[in-house]
Nanobody, 117 residues
Framework: QVQLVESGGGSVQAGGSLKLSCVAS????????MGWYRQAPGKERDSVSS?????????VDSVKGRFTISISQDNTKRILYLQMSSLKTEDTAVYYC?????????WGQGTQVTVSS
């Protein structure tokens, strides 16, 4: 069964940091591209950062130098992280973990990040 479960969202002042986590079921080991999207109120859901099955990483320009994506795994699960630093009010959004596995995209339930000035 494919599952993505996020945690780590919350409220923080501008300039602060948060770390998001996404636990992925073992099915997703090594065969999926994974990443983080975000959706601000009234806006579309957009990619923030991705890590591909070949190890390639990319970031949207607005978060380069501030956000870091990483993965850890053991025999039972894979955990995707997004370390967010120097947060800005415009980073406020619902953040979604996503995986693209053999042409099928899966989503987590989303976690709210609110950055206040």
């Amino acid at each position: 069964q494919v599952q993505l479960v996020e945690s780590g969202g919350g409220s923080v002042q501008a300039g602060g940091s948060l770390k998001l986590s996404c636990v992925a079921s073992r099915y997703m080991f090594s065969r999926c591209d994974m990443g983080w999207y975000r959706q601000a109120p009234g806006k579309e859901r957009d990619s923030v950062s991705s890590i591909f099955s070949d190890g390639t990483i990319n970031y949207v320009d607005s978060v380069k130098g501030r956000f870091t994506i990483s993965i850890s795994q053991d025999n039972t699960k894979r955990i995707l992280y997004l370390q967010m630093s120097s947060l800005k009010t415009e980073d406020t959004a619902v953040y979604y973990c996503t995986a693209l596995c053999r042409g099928v995209r899966y989503w987590g339930q989303g976690t709210q990040v609110t950055v206040s000035s």
